[in-house]
């Protein structure tokens, strides 16, 4: 394995930011209004003015830049997890936690009118949630570093199908919606992209960002477990806190605005390893941009594969992850169980 050094780590954000601006250019290219290069070149530098403007401005920039803030997101949330859990398939859709932030923000549009709580309780609330869905998920299945994978999967899965079906009686019960944007919700979906949307995600993002990179060495020891950590000079207890609260705000961040798009957490964290290591000096920040970049590149597909119809990101986040999961998956069962 090469070893980190500073130039390394320079080089290798810098060929993923350039990565990561290239897909962005794409999102901004294509969709289903067919603009030239041109038109878009000229809306961006403030030269144009009518239809052009208002696509590229007040629909398309707002949306790529808002799937760039929940994929940096998502992808970074995983990064944690699989080291604080110390397995390959932890990954906030399939543990549940994203479940659990849906549930909370729902909850808050459903029932918080009562109390007078309105849209702007729904990003706490989805914090709250993803912090209790992860309690939760540890209570069940043991301290951090002795998870088995199947306990893990089995209460993933029982909690989604949980939150899944309490958010369809919540939202029925409240009448706050039709069944197929509940459907949309579900599956993830970022139509709803507004400025202020896309500014708010991004603020989390770094803040979550801020409190995690500090953190990249103990999430390297912490990778071994809690024990060795503590033997190497770690406070495995706070660094557990802090990184935990920093995933579950970036988990509901994202979920608050985007609903349940999965796999982001799983796919890009391990393509990343596989590349360049598993340091997470460099990990870290490395799925923040390569997550970023995915989740550009599959939203951009999912508005622009159909023409005029539009498919939810998060199907397209599921094709590509639901075999890479089921490949990790029957490695895991290869290895056999983690003492």
């Known amino acids: 394995m090469r070893r980190l050094t500073p130039g390394r780590l320079a080089a290798t954000l810098a060929a ?99 109390v007078g709580l309105g849209y702007g309780a729904v990003p706490p609330a989805a914090f709250a949630g993803a912090v209790g869905t992860v309690l939760l998920l540890l209570a069940v299945t043991g301290p951090a570093g002795r998870v088995s994978t199947t306990a893990l999967l089995l209460t993933g899965v029982v909690f989604n199908a949980f939150a899944s079906a309490a958010i369809v009686f919540l939202a029925s019960l409240a009448g706050l919606t039709e069944g197929a944007q509940v459907f949309l919700w579900l599956i993830g979906n970022l139509s709803d992209a507004r400025p202020a949307l896309a500014g708010w995600v991004a603020a989390f993002v770094v803040v979550g960002l801020a409190v995690t990179v500090p953190f990249a060495r103990a999430l390297d020891l912490l990778a071994l477990g809690e024990d060795s950590a503590a033997l190497l000079g770690i406070d495995a207890a706070r660094a557990r806190s802090w990184l935990l609260l920093a995933s579950s705000l970036l988990v509901g961040a994202a979920v608050s605005v985007a609903g349940l798009v999965g796999f982001v957490g799983l796919v890009v964290p391990h393509a990343l390893r596989l590349a360049l290591g598993p340091d997470h000096r460099l990990l870290v920040p490395a799925s923040a941009l390569a997550g970023a970049a995915f989740l550009v590149l599959c939203d951009t597909l999912a508005r622009s594969l159909l023409g005029g119809r539009e498919l939810p990101v998060g199907a397209l986040t599921a094709l590509a992850g639901g075999p890479f999961f089921l490949v990790l998956l029957r490695r895991s069962q290869r290895v056999g169980p983690r003492p």
Request: charged share 10%; glycine share 14%; aromatic share 2%.
């Open 16 to 114: 993923l930011a350039l990565l990561l601006l290239l897909v962005l250019a794409l999102g901004l290219a294509l969709g289903p209004s067919g603009l030239a290069p041109r038109e878009v070149l000229d809306a961006l530098a403030g030269d144009a003015r009518g239809a052009s403007a208002d696509i590229v401005l007040g629909v398309r920039l707002p949306r790529v830049a808002l799937a760039a803030g929940v994929g940096a997101a998502l992808a970074v949330a995983g990064v944690v997890f699989q080291a604080l859990l110390r397995n390959p398939l932890a990954d906030p859709f399939v543990l549940g936690v994203s479940g659990g932030a849906a549930l909370a923000g729902i909850a808050v549009l459903a029932l918080g009118s009562a």
